[in-house]
């Protein structure tokens, strides 16, 4: 079935860095833009990202914009977030999700479980 | 970017109908038709109900409605389910980004 199974979080110091993974089956993953969203707890979503299809347009959240870069590997069906120069205000649990269609910016319609990041000291 | 503005909580008894409201700008909500609704139960990963303003994704119950007017988007859900209870957010395509809104807790009384 359509899956996204991400990994990766987990409790870092400030100013580290972290990799997330987001490993998708059930569908043509090379076809489909694909986002990081996040949640603190306790709060609503926020957006963190967005890739294009094939990697070629990228955009991010003014968060973590120059701190974040998204990725992606076709051959893999897998998608990435590094995260550097990790902030306490960066605790959340990190969701990534498919786009329901060939745009970008449309709905996300199917989500990962999420995986947790904490930064403390 | 501030985040779409949505009531914090509404309720409805089983069997009536409620509407969640979604207000952004003419640069988000207003100027697009990328508006998106999601359910949220505790714990889980939200799904998606609505996108592109009131079309719904396959599997979804047609008691779910979505509808826009300027720059105010709006989520209808009718014939009230205790299954309903949970956060709903909405989302908007806006300037090379996405935004959602602050979120809104449906009761089930």
């Known amino acids: 079935q359509v899956q996204l199974v991400e990994s990766g979080g987990g409790v870092v110091q400030p100013g580290r860095s972290l990799r997330l993974s987001c490993a998708a089956s059930?569908?043509?993953?090379?076809?489909?833009?694909m986002h990081w969203v996040r949640q603190a707890p306790g709060k609503g979503l926020e957006w963190v990202a967005v890739?294009?299809?094939?990697?070629?347009?990228?955009y991010y959240a003014d968060s973590v914009r120059g701190r974040f870069t998204i990725s992606r590997d076709n051959s893999k069906s897998t998608l990435y977030l590094q995260m550097n120069s990790l902030r306490a205000e960066d605790t959340a649990v990190y969701y990534c999700a498919k786009v329901s269609t060939l745009t970008i910016w449309d709905g996300m319609d199917v989500w990962g479980q999420g995986t947790t990041v904490t930064v403390s000291s | 970017q501030s985040a779409l503005t949505q009531p914090a909580s509404v309720s409805g008894s089983p069997g009536q109908s409620i509407t969640i409201s979604c207000t952004g700008t003419s640069s988000d909500v207003g100027g697009y038709n990328y508006v998106s609704w999601y359910q949220q139960h505790p714990g889980k990963a939200p799904k998606l109900m609505i996108y592109?303003?009131?079309n719904r994704p396959s599997g979804v119950s047609n008691r779910f409605s979505g509808s826009k007017s300027g720059n105010t988007a709006s989520l209808t859900i009718s014939g009230l389910q205790a299954e309903d209870e949970a956060d709903y957010y909405c989302?908007?395509?806006?300037?090379?980004?996405?935004?959602f809104g602050g979120g809104t807790k449906l009761t089930v009384l």
């Open positions: 059930g569908f043509t993953f090379s076809r489909y833009g």
């Open positions: 989302s908007s395509y806006t300037s090379s980004s996405t935004i």
């Open positions: 592109e303003v009131s």
């Open positions: 890739i294009s299809y094939d990697g070629g347009n990228k």
